[in-house]
């Protein structure tokens, strides 16, 4: 039996790294006809019904600006195939850099909002923010998903998960509990 003497003290400046809260995604603004993409490791799902997802994205993003002037934004959700494409796009700033053209993502028109979606990602969500109060304290904006796109060629997509240290984890496989799921039938 594990008693506390047997555990190390981990540095809380690393708890991130024990608890990354979901997959790697890619953010879609545009602002005054731009589009922008960038990478997001900071995101989690609120609420089912409606769908609210919390995402971080602060002042040091050039997406923050176009996000709080626009309050809509696209959640693209890459496979593992584009590990790479994702880290190098978080390496660099919209204010420099097409990242659509410098990393050939090809943006496809959203139905609900202005920014893209992106064609190489196995799913898209559009997005509209509807909560800004952790805004100023956490950085965290709540957006609601308003359309949900999904590649149906791609039937069992790896998603892949930052572990805060430049380092990933990649999905595996998945385990079948739905006759389980007793309390929350709806959900399947």
């Known amino acids: 039996m594990t008693t506390a003497s047997d555990l190390q003290e981990h540095p809380l ?28 490791g900071f995101n989690m799902m609120v609420r089912h019904e409606p769908p609210l997802i919390g995402c971080t994205i602060g002042p ?8 709080r002037a626009t309050d809509e934004c696209v959640i693209s959700i890459p496979g593992s195939e584009l590990a790479e494409i994702v880290v190098d796009v978080g390496n660099c700033s919209g204010q ?7 990393f050939d993502l090809t943006p496809v028109d959203a139905e609900s909002v202005q920014a893209p979606l992106i064609a190489e990602c196995f799913a898209n969500i559009e997005c509209r923010v509807v909560d800004t109060a952790l805004v100023d304290s956490y950085d965290l904006f709540v957006l609601e998903a308003v359309k949900a796109w999904v590649d149906p060629s791609r039937t069992d997509p790896q ?9 990933f984890t990649l999905d595996g496989e998945t385990v079948d509990l739905q006759d389980r799921m007793t309390k929350w039938q709806y959900l399947l």
């Open 159 to 167: 998603m892949f998960h930052h572990r805060g240290d430049g380092t």
């Open 96 to 102: 420099e850099v097409d990242k659509f053209q410098t």
């Open 60 to 67: 040091w993003d050039h997406s923050y600006a176009a996000l």
């Open 13 to 40: 400046n690393q708890v991130h790294r024990l608890i990354e809260p979901g997959p790697v995604i890619l953010v879609t603004t545009r602002h005054e006809g731009i589009p922008n993409v960038m990478t997001n």
